[in-house]
Every structure is written in C-alpha cells, then in structure tokens.
C-alpha cells in the first residue's frame, strides 16, 4: 500500500510565500507522475501542478510563474514553492501519484490534504 503525507500548507498573508512537501511511502515499482491538485469550499478539485519522473511540468494558468514544482526521485518526494500567494490561492492542497506496483497494476493515490489560507 502506497501512502502520500503531505506538510507545509497554513496561513499567510497575501504576497506571502509557503512550499508544500508530500513524501511517499510503501512499496511501490514506479512512479510515472506526481502533482498538487487543490480543492476550495463549493468548487470541484483542480489540477496546480503536475510532474512527470522525466521532469516535464504542467501548471494550471493561475499559478504559472508564481508557483513551481520539483521533485526528488531518490526521496520520492515531491514540492510545490507557492510564491506571491493570493486569497484565491486559499483550498486544501491534496498531493496526487501516478504510478505502478511490482504486479503491473497501476495506482492513482491521494494524501489527505493540507489547508493552505491566505489572507488578503
């Protein structure tokens, strides 16, 4: 079983900056992809930022060049530095894996969140 533990999310005034970290753990073949989807009150859950094991990135328009996502392959480990954070920025951050058992099944798994605030 894969598991996904998020930290770094909490409050902070706008223009203000957070970095998000989510670390996998279990037993695992591969990961194809990692990525930050964030969820506010009344809206559907969205895509922030995705990236591949290859390094190629994918950000949603609302926070391109304010926001940048890295990861870590020996770790398993992915981050999201969150520059110049604004109100709309405020939702729960929910890390995202793509990825493959030993046994060849593919897995799609999420952590539980973390609650990023920003305060206008």
């Known amino acids: 079983q894969v598991t996904l533990v998020e930290s770094g999310g909490g409050s902070v005034q706008a223009g203000g900056s957070l970095r998000l970290s989510c670390a996998v753990s279990?037993?695992?073949?591969?990961?194809?992809?990692m990525g930050w989807y964030r969820q506010a009150p009344g809206n559907e859950r969205e895509l922030v930022a995705r990236?591949?094991?290859?390094?190629?990135?994918t950000y949603a328009d609302s926070v391109k060049d304010r926001f940048t996502i890295s990861r870590d392959n020996v770790k398993n480990t992915v981050y999201l530095q969150m520059n110049s954070l604004k109100s709309e920025d405020t939702a729960v951050y929910y890390c995202?894996?793509?990825?493959?058992?030993?046994?060849?099944?593919?897995?799609?798994?999420w952590g539980r969140g973390t609650q990023v605030s920003v305060s206008s």
């Open positions: 990236i591949t094991t290859g390094g190629v990135t």
């Open positions: 279990g037993s695992i073949f591969g990961i194809n992809a």
């Open positions: 995202n894996l793509e990825g493959k058992y030993y046994s060849g099944r593919s897995i799609i798994s």
